[in-house]
């Protein structure tokens, strides 16, 4: 890996002896790691290599083709860097099991949104935002998959979102940064690195945090994290924090085990990972309280005399309700003939939300009505709530799965008419109308498997 003489020069004097056990790592590849979505997927007997500061990520022994695995488009795992798994500990350590509002500000496409909508509670709700429209469509399209239905999507910029005042009790900012814990992984972020662009990103970062700041509830957690070993992105953003904002920043349990660095020269406690010291990509991590009095719990609902959704017909109103487990903790509502679902306890938010700022999804889309016909959606095959005992489950074979996935016309000529739900090891990927002679491949056209490539066993 040939290293730019400025990116020695800033670095090396922040390493001291361990530089060349650095350099070494950076010549080594880079660990294959992943999440599993327990929600969805128990089987973990065949993974023996756990990420010790995070209970649901393993290391894999090779990197295998995720495009070809019908459970990786179930939403059964994530294909995650394992040094950001870490953010699991601040919300053990910080959160527990408190009700809180989530905003993860930077979150395409989608790693940690989907971690943290693993470990929050089900009154909890997570915004996930990302700024670039089509990024933010990936990261919907991953918070899909994974299926919880208390997530909601919006692609806006920061100053948008700073607008609200004192909505959430936890933000994440994973910061766009100058990538230098990516380099092993991509060799594009060596070529663009350079001093000015780390000037850059430090000072785009501190806008960032100043634009969102007001949003955060007094007593509320910011997470501040970033891919890149500098201290001008890192720990001078920090001080910076502290010092602009009053924020105190807050200690992690970390056991001295887990090799994990802390600050290169400030005393403020924050985490570096470093390759050489532990197994992932250079990660950088704080955490920040917002000083004040956390203060009772926000009421969302509007001024004006609260208006219940009300769906169109009774007999739809059965239909669907049964779709889902424990419906009656859901608010259900209709846009533009499709049907949705959203955790009643966090509605009003939820309209709020959409009332503010450029929404992209949320909660489980149900379906489509078409004529007397309704549609299941994709996104309700998803859904972690998804009452399968619903429909017509029919269990396939890899072959035939990917086939489905690929979006491909399938036949099932001895199963019953309408519509049946495909599993694959027991998790649902999508929903077919069986017509009998063929079946109507309701895969998402934008989402399927687009290589013309085919490995022997699909
Ligand atoms: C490090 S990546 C986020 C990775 C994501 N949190 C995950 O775990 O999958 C940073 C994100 O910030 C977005 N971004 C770029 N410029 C931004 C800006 N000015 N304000 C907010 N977000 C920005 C990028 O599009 C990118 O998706």
């Known amino acids: 890996m040939k290293l730019s003489e400025d990116f020695i020069k800033q670095t090396k004097p922040l390493l001291e002896e361990q530089w060349n056990d650095f350099v070494e790592a950076l010549e080594q590849p880079s660990p294959t790691s992943i999440r599993i979505n ?7 007997e065949a993974y023996s290599e756990p990420v010790i500061w995070c209970q649901d990520g393993y290391y894999l022994a090779e990197r295998p083709s995720f495009t070809f695995d019908p459970l990786f488009h179930a939403g059964a795992y994530y294909v995650q860097e394992a040094s950001s798994m870490i953010i699991g500990q601040v919300f053990q350590q910080y959160v527990g099991n408190d009700t809180v509002k989530v905003l993860d500000l930077c979150a395409a496409p989608g790693g940690k949104s989907t971690h943290i909508a693993s470990l929050i509670t089900p009154d909890s709700v997570l915004v996930a935002n990302e700024v670039i429209r089509n990024r933010a469509n990936i990261l919907s399209e991953n918070i899909i998959k994974a299926g919880h239905p208390n997530v909601i999507v919006t692609n806006n910029d920061p100053a948008d979102i700073g607008k609200l005042t004192q909505v959430f009790d936890v933000i994440l900012i994973d910061a766009p940064c100058s990538g230098e814990g990516m380099f092993r992984k991509d060799t594009q972020a060596i070529e663009e690195w350079s001093l000015a662009n780390v000037q850059l990103c430090k000072e785009r970062q501190q806008r960032i945090v100043a634009d969102v700041w007001e949003t955060l509830c007094p007593g509320g957690i910011l997470i501040y994290s970033t891919c890149t ?14 010092d602009t904002f009053g924020a105190e920043v807050l200690p992690l349990d970390l056991p001295d085990e887990w090799n994990i660095h802390g600050a290169f020269n400030s005393g403020n406690s924050v985490y570096h990972f470093l390759p050489h010291l532990t197994r992932g990509e250079g990660f950088f991590l704080a955490v920040l309280r917002k000083t004040g009095d956390s203060e009772d719990e926000t009421d969302f609902a509007p001024k004006k005399s609260k208006k219940q959704p009300k769906s169109k017909s009774i007999s739809l109103d059965s239909v669907y309700k049964n779709w889902i487990k424990g419906n009656e903790k859901y608010s259900f509502f209709e846009r533009s ?19 503010q700022l450029k929404l992209v999804s949320a909660g489980i889309r149900l379906g489509d009505v078409k004529g007397k016909d309704f549609i299941p959606d994709h996104s309700l ?11 017509t489950l029919l269990e396939v074979d890899k072959k035939t799965a990917i086939a489905y996935l690929r979006k491909e016309a399938l036949i099932f000529p001895d199963s019953s008419k309408g519509y049946l739900l495909l599993t694959y090891s027991g ?8 017509i009998g002679n063929r079946a109507n491949n309701l895969y998402p056209n934008e989402w399927r498997i687009r290589t013309t490539y085919l490995p022997d066993d699909c």
């Open 38 to 44: 327990k929600g969805k997927y128990t089987k973990t």
């Open 229 to 242: 070993y500098n201290t001008h992105e890192n720990e001078e953003n920090v001080q910076w924090m502290k």
């Open 427 to 434: 998790i649902p990927i999508g929903f077919v109308k069986n």
């Open 337 to 355: 003939g499709s049907w949705f679902a959203f955790p009643e306890r966090n509605f009003d938010f939820f309209e709020y939300i959409v009332s």
């Open 381 to 391: 095959a998803m859904s972690q709530t998804l009452n399968k005992d619903a429909f």
